[in-house]
């Protein structure tokens, strides 16, 4: 089982987060076009996965917010 880690902020903050989150998500997919190994490019493909979910997940928060 993961632990789990809390952090709180504001709004703004939030919102801030995402945008930052959402930036490197873009280069992330520039950076799996670019990439010609496979090995790194499943690295980066997991990476953006796993960004995709902390972004819809902290969406989620903001839009209730």
Do not use: P
Request: hydrophobic share 35%.
């Amino acid at each position: 089982e993961d632990a789990m880690i809390t952090l709180e902020m504001n709004k703004e903050e939030a919102e801030l987060l995402l945008n930052v989150m959402e930036r490197y998500q873009s280069h992330l997919e520039v950076e799996i076009v670019k990439t010609k190994k496979r090995e790194f490019k499943e690295s980066l493909k997991e990476r953006e996965r796993g960004l995709k979910t902390i972004i819809e997940r902290l969406s989620n928060l903001l839009t209730g917010f």
